[in-house]
């Protein structure tokens, strides 16, 4: 995926590098669209954080690499609602389901959540892993056939894909199977204008060019449902109550963990970290109190690791 908004310059890049020596509880920021009054649903995404055995950490690794140096540097957003977003309040905290999970990555090779984040552009993705500047890439970074060319996937570790929005008051719309007769915004341009039609043959497509227009045309109730990506639907429903997020996506677009082409050792270690993060719930309290806080939704099934080309 990607959202150009985000783009950065080089130098910008390098400059807004920001280091993160935050404690296992640290997260109690409130996350958007989440309940201020809590702090104990963040603070339960780390609590019992699995950390890798010592055999795991193998000599002349990656991971030996960064248990030396004592931090994780990760290429992530810093302006991404629910998925990475910087604390106004406190520019050391980044929160949101990729910047837990990185913290959870952390904690799994060092024992605590040392994390250096340097925002990536969406051009600047490989070569950052090519040349080493970080060791990997949470940045809902979809993996496809000719990305696998120049980097490594571990994952998928989210799937993404359109998803449906409708009015905060709406209990009638549940998923996209409710579409069809129904009056439906969409993005101009976006995968939208054609599955649409594909799951809901009966549903009046309307087009608008931006996000924003789309967003108050469901709002002013020019539209019984949005049609969009999750995670854009999902930032929109953080920053603005009158919306929310139903049922879960119903195309695929996968997110994977970058990391360095052909570092095989380090991505049998990071999909071994997924596996045991989904297994032992972090994954799924990570989504809950990030994602999870626009959706109705319950926790989704992750991914199968691997199962699909390019990862």
Same mark, same amino acid.
């Given at each position: 995926?990607?959202?150009?908004?985000?783009?950065?310059?080089?130098?910008?890049? =390098?400059?807004?590098?920001?280091?993160?020596?935050?404690? !296992?509880?640290? @997260?109690?920021?409130? =996350?958007?669209?989440?309940?201020?009054?809590?702090?104990?649903?963040?603070?339960?995404?780390?609590?019992?954080?699995?950390?890798?055995? !010592?055999? =795991?950490?193998?000599?002349? /690794?990656?991971?030996?690499?960064?248990?030396?140096?004592?931090?994780?540097?990760?290429?992530? !957003?810093?302006?991404?609602?629910?998925? /990475?977003?910087?604390?106004?309040? %406190?520019?050391?905290?980044?929160?949101?389901?990729?910047?837990? *999970?990185? +913290?959870?990555?952390? &904690?799994?090779?060092?024992?605590?959540?040392?994390?250096?984040?340097?925002?990536?552009?969406?051009?600047?993705?490989?070569?950052?892993?090519?040349?080493?500047?970080?060791?990997?890439?949470? %940045?809902?970074?979809?993996?496809?056939?000719?990305?696998?060319?120049?980097?490594?996937?571990?994952?998928?570790?989210?799937? #993404?894909? =359109?998803?449906?929005?409708?009015?905060?008051?709406?209990?009638?719309?549940? #998923?996209?199977?409710? *579409?069809?007769?129904? %009056?439906?915004?969409?993005?101009?341009?976006?995968?939208?204008?054609?599955?649409?039609?594909?799951?809901?043959?009966?549903?009046?497509?309307? !087009?608008?060019?931006?996000?924003?227009? $789309?967003?108050?045309? *469901?709002?002013?109730?020019?539209?019984? $449902?949005?049609?969009?990506?999750?995670?854009?639907?999902?930032?929109?429903?953080? #920053?603005?109550?009158?919306?929310?997020?139903?049922?879960?996506?119903?195309? +695929?677009?996968?997110?994977?963990?970058?990391?360095?082409?052909?570092? /095989?050792?380090?991505?049998?270690?990071? %999909?071994?970290? *997924?596996?045991? &993060?989904?297994?032992?719930?972090?994954?799924?309290?990570?989504?809950?109190?990030?994602?999870?806080?626009?959706?109705? #939704?319950?926790?989704?099934?992750?991914?199968?690791? @691997?199962?699909?080309?390019?990862?």
């Amino acid at each position: 995926m990607t959202r150009t908004t985000r783009k950065a310059t080089a130098a910008g890049i =390098l400059l807004a590098a920001v280091t993160l020596a935050v404690s !296992a509880c640290s @997260g109690t920021t409130s =996350l958007p669209g989440g309940d201020p009054s809590s702090s104990s649903s963040a603070d339960s995404v780390f609590a019992d954080a699995p950390v890798a055995k !010592a055999d =795991l950490i193998l000599p002349k /690794s990656t991971m030996e690499a960064i248990k030396k140096r004592g931090k994780l540097i990760v290429a992530e !957003a810093l302006d991404a609602p629910l998925l /990475s977003q910087q604390d106004p309040t %406190n520019p050391d905290q980044v929160n949101g389901f990729d910047a837990d *999970l990185a +913290k959870l990555l952390a &904690i799994y090779i060092l024992g605590k959540p040392n994390v250096e984040i340097v925002p990536p552009a969406s051009e600047t993705r490989e070569a950052m892993l090519q040349n080493g500047t970080v060791d990997v890439v949470f %940045n809902t970074y979809t993996i496809t056939e000719e990305r696998a060319k120049q980097v490594d996937f571990a994952g998928p570790y989210f799937e #993404s894909g =359109l998803a449906v929005a409708v009015k905060s008051d709406n209990d009638k719309i549940k #998923s996209v199977k409710d *579409l069809d007769g129904k %009056n439906v915004i969409v993005g101009a341009n976006t995968p939208a204008v054609t599955e649409v039609p594909k799951v809901a043959p009966t549903a009046k497509v309307t !087009a608008f060019a931006t996000d924003p227009a $789309a967003v108050q045309a *469901l709002i002013q109730g020019r539209g019984d $449902a949005y049609v969009q990506d999750y995670t854009l639907l999902a930032s929109d429903a953080a #920053s603005e109550k009158q919306i929310k997020v139903v049922g879960n996506p119903f195309t +695929k677009e996968p997110y994977g963990i970058g990391l360095k082409h052909g570092d /095989s050792d380090f991505k049998s270690f990071v %999909n071994e970290w *997924l596996k045991t &993060i989904q297994k032992g719930g972090q994954w799924g309290k990570a989504w809950k109190t990030t994602l999870g806080t626009v959706t109705d #939704s319950s926790i989704p099934t992750p991914p199968e690791i @691997g199962s699909v080309p390019g990862s």
